[in-house]
């Protein structure tokens, strides 16, 4: 399994903007799909946005559709969520989970269909 290590969240004004990396450990990062969830206090985890192992495929939650871009470099064993526009609702705690490529893209949404997670880091975005 990848390993995955998120980085920089903290604290922004609202109508800020943040990036957020993934870090992955061994030479395999390029044949997992990625997925970015996160979970705010008192609520479920919720899907924000995914890209399949090659990079060529998006998706995101229409809450941060237009506002979040997803990318990744795989020479770099790192993908990244570049968030603009925050707004107070975006507070959560961000994910990056890793599933194989050889698991169906379909299911990009599903976070109990990703084995790897990591950590997580705080994004709090002040009203």
């Known amino acids: 399994q990848v390993q995955l290590v998120e980085s920089g969240g903290g604290l922004v004004e609202t109508d800020g903007s943040q990036r957020l990396s993934c870090a992955a450990s061994g030479r395999t990062f390029g044949t997992y799909h990625i997925g970015w969830f996160r979970q705010a206090p008192g609520k479920e985890r919720e899907f924000v946005s995914a890209i399949s192992a090659s990079g060529g495929t998006t998706s995101y939650a229409d809450s941060v559709k237009g506002r979040f871009t997803i990318s990744r470099d795989n020479a770099k064993n790192t993908a990244y969520l570049q968030m603009n526009n925050l707004q107070p609702e975006d507070t959560a705690v961000y994910y990056c989970?890793?599933?194989?490529?050889?698991?169906?893209?379909?299911?990009?949404?599903?976070?109990?269909?990703?084995?790897?997670w990591g950590q997580g880091t705080q994004v709090t975005v002040s009203s």
């Open positions: 989970a890793g599933r194989h490529w050889s698991v169906s893209w379909t299911d990009y949404a599903l976070a109990r269909v990703y084995p790897s």
